[in-house]
Structure formats: C-alpha cells, structure tokens
C-alpha cells in the first residue's frame, strides 16, 4: 500500500515541475496589467500625497526613495487612506464660523495672535519628537539620568503643546499639529539618527531650547497687546522651556573648581557649547 503511494507522489511532483514554467508565463501579463478593480499600493498613494504638496507654496520635503528596506512594510496593505477635503497648505488655520468670544483685535492681532500660536505649537512638537528620540537612544556615561529628564521634558512638552493647541480653538481658529506642517515651518532642525552620545545630547538640546525659548519671548511681545490671555501662556511656556534649558546647560556649567569642558563624555574632547570657552589646557585624563 506504501509503494503505490509513493508513486502517486512522485507522479505528481514531476507534473507540477513540468507545470511551473507554463504556469509563470500565464502569470506573467497579469502581473504586468493588474486588474482594473485593484486597490493602488501604497507606493502610488504616497504619489499621490506628493503631488497635493506640491502645488503648496512650500516645496515638499525629500521624500524616501523607493526599494528601500521600508517597503516590505509600506507595501503591506491595499487600503486607499484618502479624504473629500484638500491637503491644504503647512500650516493651515482654519477660522471658525461659529460664535466665539471677539478679542477686540481686528483683522491683523488676529493674524499675528494666530501665527504666534501655531509656530509655538509647531516648535514645542518638533521638540516633543527629539525629546522622546534621544530618550530611546541615549548612550553614554549618562544614559540614565538624561533617559529619566527627558522623558519627563516629553511629558511637559507635550501638556504645554496641548495647551496652545487649545488656546488655538478657544479663539476660534483650527490648530495644525501635522508632520508635514512640523518639517515645512520649524526653525529647530531634526536632531542626528542612530545612537546619540550623551555629550552630544547635552549640547544639541541646550541650543534647542535656547532657540525655541528666544522664539516665544517673541511671540509673547507679539501678543501682549492684541491677546494678552495668549500672551500670559506664552509666558508659562517660556518658562518651562527655560527652566529645561538650564537644566540641560547644568550639566556642562563651568565652576571655579571644574572647567567641565564635557571632555570626559567625549571622547576626551571638550564638547562644542556656543558661548562656553574651553580652558587652555584640558584636565589629564585619569
């Protein structure tokens, strides 16, 4: 009963092998043409987004070129993800047509109470995203304590970021949190990928806060006239950036018993910091 088996077995793997090529070269026109009612992947919808861009007055980012390693991934669903409204330019304030409390402002504090909001709303998320980067990918001498500070800079960031978002709706008028509006209109750059040094953590956040922080002492000049309420939370916001601020620049602070140049997290190199000179003579390394 065994052999007979066998045989069958045998019969039809040689079938099939002889099948195979035949069957590729019918496959092979289909594959070439798919079918009308086929869902477009997801490479021809990301195209598609990019055309919406483009007609923007911003130029698009650059986007990531295709057959790279993400594309297994990217290509893994079928589903359309599209929508009935434009794109819309980065940043879009939409104002509302409902009944909201009048500032007294007119046309031009309006637009300036609007435009200091939502550069502060994209600054504090930009800095939420490197925040939580370094977080994961902190190395270094000191991992943990900057692991522990900036994940509790994320949890700050991102109570203040809600509350200019909100402050965006109280006046009447959409908040734009989209990645697209973050890269097209923040003035912090995007912080390295990969590992990141402790030393180098310390330097890239303390001139990122400094920044962010003179962009909202701004805003609240721009405001205190034409909102002062907006104003007033601009206030709370620089306040915490500030205090973030320093404690990062805390860790790099020259005393007058240690230089702490960073050479010692760094490769035995002192650590670029704007505005902190280096002594002449770096400590001996232990």
Known sequence: MTRPIHALAATLLLASTALSPALAREA??????PAKAAAPSATQILA???????T???PPAASQPSGTKTDGVRQSSQTQV???????????????????????????G???????????????QQLQLQTKQAHWNASGTLYYPLHLLLQEHYEGLSKYADTIAERLLAIGVSADGR????????????????????????VWFTNA???????????????????????NLLQEVEHGIAKYQWQMRAQLQRTHTDPNTGWDLNDNKPV???????????????
Do not use: C, W
């Open 110 to 124: 309006m637009k300036k109470d609007v435009a200091a909001l939502q550069q502060t709303l994209t600054e504090l």
């Open 28 to 33: 092979a026109p289909a594959a070439s043409s």
């Open 82 to 108: 599209s929508s009935r409204q434009p794109t819309g330019a980065f940043p879009t304030n939409e104002v509302s047509r409902q009944p909201v409390i009048d500032l007294g402002a007119g046309e031009d």
């Open 209 to 231: 806060y400094k920044r962010v922080g003179e962009e909202v002492h701004a805003a609240i000049k721009t405001t205190e006239d034409v909102d002062p309420t907006t104003s």
């Open 48 to 54: 598609r987004m990019q055309v919406a861009q483009e």
């Open 272 to 286: 670029d910091l704007q505005g902190q000179q280096a002594p002449a003579q770096a400590p001996a390394k232990p």
């Open 179 to 202: 990645a697209n509006t973050i890269v097209k209109t923040s003035g912090v750059p995007e912080i390295p990928g990969g590992f990141l040094d402790d030393a180098q953590i310390l």
């Open 56 to 58: 923007t007055a911003t």
